[in-house]
């Protein structure tokens, strides 16, 4: 029986593809497998030895210490993309929030008082005060052409907008989804410069922490519009509030509340609602669980941030799973003791990415205990399971 701790509230479609007769899931559980969570923060909780993998139902994984878990062999596994509309979408209604004034016109609206007559007349007089502007022939930044950067930038394009990306690391994949009028920019400031809305769209780190700032800022255009539906940290929150209140920027749209943000009257705050969609939570639930199940029964490895990619069809019902640092004679050292314990190999898949390494083995006889426990002394070898 493989038991799952669900940390958050996980989409029950996921959820259903564990079978009842091999798995219990439950958020309450005794020496979990495998954790599946949301944007639980697990840097300071005490992960019990017995969990082999972690899977966060969405994309962002800065809530997990993945360092902690590669040392422990433990896969980390995200569900790409599977969130990318919902945040499209939202990245759409800020965008629309924000340059047409409508939540301070709507607090206007139920703040209206008198008769319907009185308020017909007092409509006309404050409306002059929430005149916006309009998307088409704007230019839209877009910080980070990922999953979701590349579906916002292609949805601006559809809209009328200019568009222009700035992603270093952009992939082959995503370069052939964007939009070929999308333009390129060098540099964050480059892109900065030319944008009447930015939106960003990459993950938490110490490389995009405070990303914007003051002097970023100030680079801008006047009364540019910043949406950050990424994460707390990447907008120096100070420095945007400073900027709005220096009549600098126009508005800031955010999907991270602060005391700061959720009462000033330019700000536009959610409480973190980006993947908030039955339909991207069903996504990510549905992904996170295959990949789960597949790992734990399987030992395979797909959407994992801090492992390589692994899939071997079983050739046998005796198959060994092995994380190690990746560094010479590794496999070499395996499969001695797999032939001084008499076990024949019948299929063998080993896969790199940085630092680690992690190997699949299919044997011709059960392994023993005994053998599993002298794999595990090989200096270097993080985890080895029998599945
Ligand atoms: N608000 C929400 O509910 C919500 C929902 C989903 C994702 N997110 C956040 O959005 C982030 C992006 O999600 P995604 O699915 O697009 O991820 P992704 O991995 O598909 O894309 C991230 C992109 O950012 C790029 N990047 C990294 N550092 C960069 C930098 N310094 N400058 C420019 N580009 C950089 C990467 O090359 C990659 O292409 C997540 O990490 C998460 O923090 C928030
Ligand atoms: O689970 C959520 O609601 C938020 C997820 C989001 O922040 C992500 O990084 O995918």
New binding site residues.
């Given amino acids: 029986m493989y038991k799952i701790q669900t940390l958050?509230n996980i989409s029950v479609k996921g959820l259903e593809k564990f079978p009842r007769e091999t798995y219990e899931v439950a958020s309450e559980i005794q020496n979990p497998d495998a954790y599946m969570l949301?944007?639980l923060k697990l840097h300071n909780v005490d992960i019990p030895e017995s969990v082999l993998a972690i899977g966060?139902?969405?994309?962002?994984?800065n809530n997990i210490p993945i360092e902690k878990m590669s040392a422990r062999g433990v896969p980390v596994f995200?569900?790409p993309g599977?969130?990318a509309n919902a945040?499209k979408e939202l990245v759409l209604t800020g965008m629309l929030l924000g340059c047409r004034n409508i939540c301070q016109a709507w607090e206007c609206a139920k703040n209206l008082t008198g008769d319907d007559e009185s308020i017909s007349k007092e409509v006309e007089q404050v409306k002059k005060k929430f005149v916006g502007f309009e998307l088409p022939g704007r230019t839209l930044g877009v910080i980070g052409l990922g999953a979701i950067g590349t579906s916002v930038a292609n949805m601006a394009r559809d809209l009328g907008m200019n568009v222009v990306g700035y992603d270093p690391a952009l992939t082959v994949e995503r370069a052939w989804q964007l939009s070929s009028s999308i333009e390129s920019a060098n540099t964050v400031d480059e892109l900065l410069a030319k944008s009447d809305f930015v939106t960003i769209h990459v993950p938490f780190n110490e490389g995009t922490k405070n990303l914007i700032n003051a002097r970023r800022i100030n680079t801008m255009n006047d009364n540019a519009i910043i949406l950050n539906f990424?994460?707390n940290g990447i907008v120096n929150d100070e420095d945007a509030v400073e900027a709005l209140n220096a009549g600098k920027l126009y508005s800031y749209i955010c999907?991270f509340p602060s005391n700061l943000l959720k009462d000033h009257p330019r700000v536009i705050t959610l409480p973190?609602?980006?993947?908030?969609t039955g339909e991207?939570?069903e996504n990510?639930a549905i992904m996170i669980a295959d990949q789960l199940k597949d790992f734990l029964e399987n030992g395979n490895i797909k959407n994992s941030v801090n492992f390589p990619q692994v899939k071997m069809p079983r050739v046998s019902g005796y198959r060994m799973a092995i994380a190690n640092s990746n560094v010479p004679n590794m496999v070499g050292q395996i499969s001695s003791i797999l032939a001084e314990t008499g076990h024949n190999i019948l299929d063998l898949l080993n896969k790199s990415r940085g630092d680690l390494a992690y190997t699949l083995l299919d044997v011709d006889t059960e392994i023993t205990k005994d053998v599993v426990d002298q794999i595990k002394a090989i200096d270097g070898v993080l985890s080895v399971r029998t599945i």
């Fill in positions: 958050n949301r944007s966060r139902a969405g994309a962002g994984v995200n569900a599977a969130n945040v990424s994460r999907d973190h609602l980006g993947a908030s991207a939570e990510c």
